[in-house]
């Protein structure tokens, strides 16, 4: 036997021992139900969503997927649950955009939002829609722009409360167009939406699901979508960037997060199954039905994307002037 053979087999036999406990935990898992934390009350799509992805998981893990519902606190009490849990992947977060807003609005988290948590898997996007009321004269946003700097004081825009994906959707939209508009916050989004269907405001920023109702009954105007693609509902109306924002987007977005620390070898495996859940046709096409942009993609990506979002909300936060304590 040659030195260099001897070397060899030397080598791959302390790669064995460091390898071997990533390998067995890889295949031991899961080892007991998995629980997946939703910092949303039951009953809405983000809450739907996260319980079509756990049915289709128990399936092939071989373990239950509970749904544990978490609200409170813009989604904080949730991720802070998920963030003291054991990192052995039998613990996962419903993650959203407010991940990626928090650390700009909260003057402080019980966790640090960068290190707590490991990305898994961008599962999908929720658009917005750059919504006009009934009676405003505007069919594009070039017109909104232009009514607005026109007379500063003539609109006003509901949102959600402050702080919230609305509100800063419009003050991004405010940064990037150069106009001044008044903010009235209401107590969540369903009367932010009547308060625009009422004329009581002019101007809102609303997720596309339950807006195009509204908008295809004429009720409303949409004049674009705040994502980076048209939507396949409304594939007439533009996106900012074609409207004439090129650097504008808001978009909402929902995946799966894990606490840090949680062994790669699991992870990838989660990646890969929930990617095929969304690549499934009949999940694909009821959440494109619903106006969700199904995403997907690698572990790498996600990371890079809420790494990304979270330094486009901070701009939008300091200039909202909205801070909780």
């Excluded at 609109?155 to 940064?175: D, I, R």
């Excluded at 949409?222 to 987007?249: C, H, N, Q, W």
Aim: no cysteine; glycine share 8%; aromatic share 6%.
């Amino acid at each position: 036997m040659t030195s260099l053979l001897r070397k060899t087999i030397s080598l791959l036999g302390l790669l064995g021992l460091v390898f071997s406990p990533v390998l067995a935990q890889a295949q031991g898992y899961p080892s007991k139900p998995i629980r997946l934390v939703v910092p949303f009350p039951p009953g809405g799509s983000a809450d739907a969503l996260a319980r079509l992805v756990g049915t289709r998981l128990s399936a092939v893990l071989g373990q239950p997927v509970v749904v544990d519902n978490k609200p409170g606190a813009g989604g904080i009490v949730g991720a802070d649950a998920v963030a003291k849990a054991a990192a052995d992947g039998h613990t996962l977060l419903f993650a959203n955009t407010n991940i990626a807003i928090n650390p700009s609005l909260y003057k402080s988290l019980p966790y640090d939002t960068a290190s707590a948590f490991a990305p898994v898997i961008h599962m999908v996007n929720v658009p917005n829609l750059l919504l006009v009321a009934e009676g405003v004269k505007a069919s594009k946003v070039s017109e909104l722009v232009a009514l607005a700097k026109a007379d500063p004081k003539a609109l006003n825009y509901a949102s959600a409360g402050s702080g919230t994906f609305p509100h800063l959707a419009v003050e991004l939209f405010k940064l990037h167009a150069g106009v001044s508009i008044a903010h009235i916050p209401y107590k969540g989004a369903a009367p932010a939406l009547n308060a625009l269907l009422a004329r009581e405001v002019q101007v809102l920023s609303n997720d596309l699901v339950s807006a195009t109702q509204h908008v295809k009954a004429g009720k409303i105007r949409a004049l674009a979508i705040t994502g980076p693609t048209r939507s396949a509902v409304f594939p007439d109306v533009p996106t900012m960037a074609e409207a004439g924002l090129k650097d504008y987007v808001a978009v909402g977005w929902q995946g799966v997060m894990v606490p840090a620390g949680t062994p790669q070898a699991t992870i990838n495996r989660l990646n890969i199954e929930i990617n095929k859940v969304l690549a499934d046709p009949e999940v694909r096409s009821g959440l494109v039905a619903q106006g969700l942009e199904v995403i997907g993609g690698s572990v790498q990506q996600f990371g890079d994307f809420v790494r990304l979002d979270t330094q486009r909300w901070r701009p939008a936060v300091e200039a909202s002037g909205a801070k909780v304590d």
